[in-house]
């Protein structure tokens, strides 16, 4: 006797649609009327086989698509299962950021954005905590499809070394085909995951080489970067500042913050890591009267609403570029590292 579900099953004898896909797509269409319920009992491999004149292999092919997507679970000895609403059977993204910030939420929001309602994505801070980072994974490695993670850490004292490789343990645990690894790449992964990155040495001396003719005005340049143990800036944007101010010979100096009643020079360019110390020197420009550009070069780190409102130079990654990708990674199966773009954009304050 042919059950009420088989019978609803639409498979088309004339679509150029593989019939194993029409199983398919007809079991999701009833998940999602409402006419299979979780929990409830599907077709058996026999009975659809007899019913629509398939063969075994079609149907079994169909029923363990269905079984990867988690739609549906088999019991030995009984048969298949509902196992999932539609909507929990969307893929499941677990987002995993070391800090919450202007660009980070940027690249999060562009990301979820292109994934589009396929997918849901949830969010989670490891508050650049290798140890924190490891018992997530541990205790998520099998309740999501995919992870991606952005692994900044901070600096650990000798013996509290151990967690960040606990916090590379861990990651290593993720199936390569389920892991995305995005804005700082690490070398310990090898180049068989998904990654989407920035070159944080290579990006500001490639970006401020963009810059030369307008920096060569200068006589000095000064890099502002907050020693900042608790979430720490990459130590490599000060390496690669070195490294373009030592090929260039430009006089440079490296200081951790604006301090109140600073003493400018009008041969003086500043580059800012922090959008604090941008404040702070915006402030007393004001206060002195100093025109951008003309009697001190300015140039920030990371480009946002207020940086293009005041006309501030950047040099900044492309955050709509790093989310699409990663989401296009997902989409598509792709594993590969992907550096990501990175401007110098100029808005005359230099």
Do not use: W
Not at 220 to 247: A, D, H, R, S
Not at 252 to 260: A, G, K
């Amino acid at each position: 006797m042919v059950t009420d579900v088989c019978s609803r099953l639409r498979i088309d004898s004339e679509s150029r649609i593989p019939k194993y896909q029409q199983i398919v797509n007809a079991v999701i269409h009833d998940i999602e009327k409402g006419y299979l319920k979780v929990g409830e009992k599907i077709p058996s491999i026999s009975e659809i086989s007899e019913e629509y004149l398939l063969s075994r292999d079609t149907v079994e092919k169909a029923l363990n698509i269905l079984k990867k997507k988690k739609i549906i679970l088999s019991v030995k000895g009984k048969g298949y299962y509902v196992a999932k609403s539609l909507e929990q059977s969307k893929p499941r993204v677990l987002f995993l950021l070391n800090k919450l910030s202007d660009y980070k939420m940027k690249i999060y929001n562009h990301f979820v954005e292109s994934l589009g309602e396929e997918s849901r994505v949830e969010l989670q801070l490891f508050y650049c905590d290798p140890e924190i980072l490891g018992n997530i994974l541990q205790e998520n490695v099998d309740a999501y499809d995919y992870f991606v993670v952005m692994p900044h850490f901070k600096e650990l004292s000798p013996e509290k070394a151990h967690n960040r490789d606990k916090a590379l343990y861990y990651i290593q645990q993720i199936p390569e085909d389920r892991l995305v690894i995005m804005d700082n790449y690490l070398p310990e992964l090898g180049d068989q995951i998904a990654g989407i990155y920035q070159d944080f040495k290579q990006d500001i001396h490639d970006a401020l080489r963009e810059g030369l003719e307008k920096l060569q005005k200068y006589d000095k340049l000064i890099l502002v970067y907050p020693e900042n143990n608790f979430y720490p800036y990459p130590k490599e944007i000060k390496e690669g500042f070195n490294k373009f101010c030592q090929e260039q010979d430009f006089n440079h100096e490296i200081i951790p913050t604006i301090y109140p009643n600073m003493e400018f020079s009008s041969n003086d360019a500043y580059i800012f890591v922090d959008e604090e110390d941008l404040v702070d020197l915006m402030k007393q420009v004001k206060e002195n009267k100093i025109e951008l550009g003309k009697d001190l070069g300015v140039i920030s780190y990371n480009d946002t609403p207020l940086k293009r409102l005041l006309d501030i130079t950047v040099i900044s990654t492309d955050f709509r570029a790093m989310g699409e990708t990663a989401s296009f990674m997902i989409k598509k199966g792709k594993r590969e590292l992907v550096k990501n773009v990175f401007h110098f954009i100029d808005r005359g304050s230099v």
